[in-house]
């Protein structure tokens, strides 16, 4: 089968888009898509300085890659941030991420958690009787906030259509807490940095046909504590069975939703933690709230000092 854009053998069929692409073009046309979210955020003011979010993993490498080919063309400042959270099996997913850095150019951020807390987060969720996985997320999704507000950057993470979906799917049905609202761009509040989620319309599956094509490294070993979540897989399944029925139906289902959440953006309404002064649901925020509960002592200050006064491996030319 011929490219649909030159002669070609192409390399991909995209259903949704009617589109069969060689390597240059389906990377040519990923990269454009991700371009677009970008002039959309700066444009609604954005900074343009964005702090990739990089786990080692196929997902953040891809948009690593992705934003490094855009921050030449597009001329914003980019830094990749890794938070080293202490788990001995995920120290072959730091040093993936320390190598593709240096190759690139690309400035690196290090937060080790486990030494700013004096313990890890396998420690942290013992102590607070939580599971690893959703603590985890939940330190990183603090130290990804803190980053933001005291470096000003804006903070990208590498969430896919998929990811988004599932979640999505998961809460319009079950209800419960939604860490994933379907919208690419979320603006700064107080005590949270801007977001940008810059692969949210890009399939699980284009993520993984970019990776290969473009030959982009990342770790393939599995977190020991990652969980199937059973809900989240069926969910999963549920939306893959009717994207083969009707091909784009994950992307209008994000693209409608998305309309209503940015309608709705104006009224959120959070509040300040009173022990760190980052945002917070309640009186305290959750970082806070598990590290008190934990060690007697809530953090949430400590990790803004360290990074405040963090400095990055260097890479780039400046
Ligand atoms: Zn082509
Ligand atoms: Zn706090």
Redesign the pocket.
């Known amino acids: 089968m011929r490219?649909s854009?030159?002669d070609?053998e192409a390399e991909i069929v995209l259903r949704y888009a009617k589109m069969s692409?060689?390597r240059?073009?389906f990377v040519e046309y990923i990269n454009r898509r991700v371009r677009k979210v970008l002039e959309k955020a700066f444009s609604s003011g954005i900074p343009k300085r964005v702090a990739s979010c990089v786990s080692g993993g196929k997902d953040s490498m891809v948009m690593l890659t992705i934003l490094h080919d855009l921050s030449k063309e597009m001329g914003f400042d980019l830094v990749a941030l890794y938070v080293d959270v202490g788990i001995d099996a995920l120290a072959s997913s730091r040093r993936v991420v320390e190598s593709y850095c240096s190759e690139l150019g690309i400035d690196l951020y290090i937060v080790d958690v486990g030494k700013a807390l004096g313990s890890s987060v396998e420690l942290l969720a013992s102590k607070s009787r939580r599971d690893v996985c959703s603590v985890c997320g939940l330190v990183k999704r603090y130290v990804f906030n803190v980053f933001g507000v005291e470096k000003g950057f804006a903070i990208a993470t590498g969430h896919h259509l998929d990811d988004v979906v599932s979640f999505t799917l998961k809460y319009v049905i079950f209800g419960g807490y939604h860490p994933l609202k379907p919208s690419s761009i979320i603006p700064a509040v107080p005590g949270a940095s801007p977001r940008i989620r810059p692969l949210m319309k890009i399939s699980e599956r284009e993520v993984l046909a970019y990776a290969l094509i473009r030959n982009v490294p990342y770790a393939r070993n599995v977190c020991p504590y990652a969980r199937q979540n059973p809900v989240n897989e069926l969910m999963k399944y549920v939306f893959n069975v009717i994207e083969k029925k009707h091909p784009g139906a994950k992307l209008s289902f994000i693209n409608r939703l998305e309309k209503e959440y940015e309608n709705d953006l104006g009224k959120l309404r959070s509040s300040l933690c009173k022990h760190c002064g980052m945002m917070a649901q309640k009186e305290v925020c959750a970082f806070c709230s598990i590290t008190l509960k934990a060690f007697g002592e809530a953090k949430g200050s400590q990790i803004r000092d360290l990074v405040r006064n963090l400095e990055p491996v260097k890479n780039g030319d400046g």
Request: a positive charge; hydrophobic letters at 10%; aromatic letters at 0%.
């Open positions: 490219c854009r030159c070609r692409l060689c240059d073009h």
